[in-house]
């Protein structure tokens, strides 16, 4: 449909469809139409000066074949009591983007979004004090026609009756079924009409109901509202805000941004502070916290069709210093700093509720964050109410590791720039590195008071697995103290350095070459050892080359857990299993990863773990040994010159108090304890 345009100099085409095409109506906002017919009448009573404006908007909907449930709408009437369609505002209408009631907020597209949710708009209208009529059709396919005959109850004594005919979709599927729900959204559209001045009269019907905004209001809203303002740059704002008291399924807390007294972007506050209740709740009972803002700079880049603003999320970085934009992160933060001291009541309490909660966990569970504390702040922000150890863990491995991030990002700045410092510049370079090297300091504490924690871990498993089982009164497999030790049927190739605890036995075989856990000889890659025995742990450490060998020397451990409490040693001494696995090591020839061969030579010795506890059976068979009982009695050694090999026999007392031992001054540092007398 091909329209003039006049432009108070002269007339032009225009392509309604094309003007159409870029009118937005959201499927999210299906009443906005209504909202802008509302908005015209609101206009056209302030433009007549009457005291006693009055709007009607009846709601008339399909036939349903269930009595019991309502159709959708497909029509709505909107009737005022204003000025009329006088000739000035007959050629305003004609007018496309006209500036008529520009001081007043009219974009002059308004009329549009009828046409794109509608078929078609009837506009019947008396004017002059009632002397004049004027009645017309607008529609996409024609624009505006008159229309001489019309439904005569649209006929107003005086102002102006628009009908919106034939709702589409999707807005007519989206559109509230309950009038409430539809006061509801016209209400909070216009909010800023409502609070501090007296509307015009508004009053909904849909069949037998009616509905009065400006009651509707005073019964659901507290009767004043809160007002602070807050500034960006030269720009200043205003957030006001209400304490919805009506129950509405659905809703919750939301910050309004406003753009000449309407409803533009709405933001739900519970993504801006997790955790708050929903609803709050004060002495006079429940209610949702619904805040709007409004500013002339809102009002300037608001779009024309009045469904977004033109502002960016952030700095695009167009202009420095005092030219810098509006920003939303900076016009969301003003605002939402406003409701922090609104909602402050409720914020402090569960804010004091979630600092206590992550100071607990810190320090009883998890003390590596520690750094983190003087960050707490952060923290507090990053979780939600009442926070269960895994969300307070997330939020400080995440703020841990954007921490590191930003040292490493520093850290390389650094280095760049170390050639080219300018002398006068020293100090402050100076100050940037050393401030880096706090951080990686704190950083690798961090570090190192999580593994000391998993150390803690270990041992307290280790010792549970050692005592009596409470189930049956006996003692745990010796599976259980190996996994601990080592994952059983693993090789180093898939067990990570952290993953394993070597150190519970020698802290030199967490770096090892090769390792093969509860695996056959068979598995061994770095040999040709037929055998299905299966050692409880074989070590290799790394090939090392002596003088002029032809080939890397290679040295081995080997280790066996025996049954915690076990008695049975008769049909075999403790270390002739643990010999028998010896013969068959030295029987493989060996390569390296390249395929080179490596040298396991008969006079380099083997060193050898058993793992037991000494009962009266296993100390009867040592005596019978040649090996040597340790100082502290808790352990004996001897050294096979025959074969080789370096034997050592570990109670579990020893393997325990040992590590404990080892342990105990981390411990203490950190406020941890293995034992009562720690």
Not at 637 to 647: I, R, S
Request: aromatic letters at 10%.
């Amino acid at each position: 449909m091909m329209a003039l345009y006049q432009d108070g100099r002269g007339f032009m085409l225009f392509d309604l469809d094309g003007r159409l095409r870029k009118t937005s109506v959201p499927a999210s906002r299906p009443l906005l139409p209504v909202f802008e017919a509302v908005a015209n009448s609101f206009h056209a009573i302030q433009e007549a000066g009457r005291t006693d404006g009055e709007i009607i908007v009846e709601f008339r909907r399909e036939a349903a074949l269930d009595p019991e449930i309502k159709g959708h709408i497909d029509s709505v009437i909107i009737r005022d009591n204003g000025c009329g369609f006088t000739e000035d505002n007959y050629h305003a209408f004609e007018t496309a983007d006209t500036t008529r009631k520009l001081a007043l907020g009219g974009k002059g597209v308004g009329r549009f979004t009828w046409l794109v949710a509608f078929a078609e708009a009837m506009i019947v209208s008396r004017y002059n004090a009632g002397a004049d009529r004027r009645a017309f059709r607008f529609t996409a396919r024609s624009g505006i026609e008159d229309a001489p005959e019309f439904e005569p109850d649209l006929l107003p004594a005086a102002g102006t009756t628009v009908a919106l005919y034939g709702f589409k979709s999707p807005w007519r599927e989206r559109s509230p079924a309950n009038l409430e729900l539809i006061a509801a959204d016209i209400i909070e559209h216009f909010v800023a009409l409502f609070v501090g001045s007296t509307p015009p009269s508004v009053v909904l019907i849909h069949g037998i109901e009616r509905l009065e905004l400006r009651t509707e209001f005073a019964r659901t809203y507290d009767a004043g509202a809160s007002r602070r303002e807050f500034s960006i740059g030269s720009d200043s704002f205003t957030v006001c805000g209400l304490r919805l008291r009506r129950r509405e399924a659905g809703r919750s807390h939301r910050l309004l941004y406003l753009a000449h007294q309407r409803e533009v972007k709405t933001e739900s506050l519970i993504a801006h502070f997790p955790g708050l209740p929903n609803p709050l709740g004060d002495e006079r009972g429940s209610f949702h916290f619904v805040g709007f803002v409004q500013g002339d700079a809102l009002d300037h880049f608001v779009d024309a069709d009045r469904s977004s603003f033109r502002i960016p999320e952030t700095d695009e970085g167009d202009g420095p210093g005092l030219l810098r934009q509006l920003t939303w992160r900076d016009l969301r933060g003003g605002a939402l700093g406003i409701v922090r001291q609104e909602l402050s009541h409720w914020l402090d309490e569960i804010d004091r509720e979630k600092r206590a909660r992550i100071e607990s966990f810190v320090a009883r569970q998890e003390p590596q964050y520690q750094v983190l504390m003087k960050d707490i702040d952060k923290i507090v922000a990053d979780v939600p109410a009442r926070p269960s150890n895994a969300d307070i863990d997330r939020a400080m491995s995440r703020r841990l590791f954007e921490r590191r991030e930003i040292l490493q990002t520093e850290s390389s700045l650094l280095l760049n720039e170390l050639e080219s410092v300018d002398a006068a510049k020293t100090d402050v370079y100076r100050e940037r590195m050393e401030k880096a090297v706090r951080e990686y300091n704190e950083l690798g504490i961090a570090d190192l008071t999580r593994y000391v924690c998993h150390r803690r871990v270990i041992i307290d498993l280790l010792a549970k697995a050692l005592s009596l089982q409470p189930s049956d009164g006996k003692y745990g497999r010796e599976d259980a103290v190996h996994s601990l030790v080592y994952p059983m049927r693993k090789s180093s190739f898939d067990v990570e350095f952290y993953s394993h605890n070597l150190w519970l036995l020698d802290e030199r075989l967490a770096y090892n070459w090769r390792l093969y856990s509860d695996l056959p000889f068979s598995s061994i890659d770095i040999a040709d050892i037929s055998s299905k025995k299966e050692p409880d742990l074989i070590v290799f450490d790394h090939p090392i080359v002596i003088g002029g060998e032809e080939a890397p020397l290679l040295t081995a451990t080997i280790v066996e857990f025996k049954r915690p409490g076990r008695t049975d040693y008769r049909r075999e001494r403790a270390t002739t299993q643990v010999y028998n696995y010896l013969e068959l090591l030295r029987s493989g020839h060996y390569k390296d990863s390249e395929g080179r061969p490596v040298t396991l030579r008969m006079d380099v010795p083997i060193t050898i773990y058993i793992v037991a506890d000494f009962t009266e059976e296993l100390l009867k068979d040592v005596r019978d040994t040649s090996m040597h009982r340790m100082p502290d009695g808790d352990g004996f050694y001897v050294f096979n010159d025959e074969m080789k090999a370096y034997v050592e026999l570990i109670s579990y007392n020893r393997l325990l108090e040992s590590a404990r031992r080892r342990n105990r001054p981390f411990f203490r540092v950190l406020g941890l304890s293995t034992t009562p007398r720690d």
